[in-house]
């Protein structure tokens, strides 16, 4: 079993910053990937983010490509997500997963963190 925590959600103008975090443990030594996802009110789950475990591999969706940074620390088995030039539209709750193989699928969540862009 893994577990995951986010932290790092709150308030924001838009134009500021915010660093989220995600802390795994369990058996991380199983993780292939990381990814963070979000959901905003009465729309589907968006994909933001992966990193893969050696952190040689990372993917950003487009909406976030350019603004939003994906690294890990290993040695403290968590992953961020440094959110740059925030705008409304990024306002959600955010959820980081991990998957156990390289397919893409996530086996553990997180229990998501919430970000408000204020205009």
């Known amino acids: 079993q893994v577990q995951l925590v986010e932290s790092g959600g709150g308030l924001v103008q838009a134009g500021g910053s915010l660093r989220l975090s995600c802390a795994a443990s369990?058996?991380?030594?199983?993780?292939?990937?990381m990814g963070w996802f979000r959901q905003a009110p009465g729309k589907e789950r968006e994909f933001v983010g992966t990193?893969?475990?050696?952190?040689?591999?990372?993917r950003y969706g487009d909406s976030v490509k350019g603004r939003f940074t994906i690294s890990r620390d290993n040695y403290k088995n968590t992953v961020y997500l440094q959110m740059n030039s925030l705008k409304s539209e990024d306002t959600a709750v955010y959820y980081c997963?991990?998957?156990?193989?390289?397919?893409?699928?996530?086996?553990?969540w997180g229990q998501g963190t919430q970000v408000t862009v204020s205009s």
């Open positions: 997963a991990a998957g156990l193989t390289a397919t893409g699928n996530y086996d553990y």
């Open positions: 369990g058996r991380t030594f199983n993780i292939m990937a």
């Open positions: 990193i893969n475990w050696s952190g040689l591999s990372v």
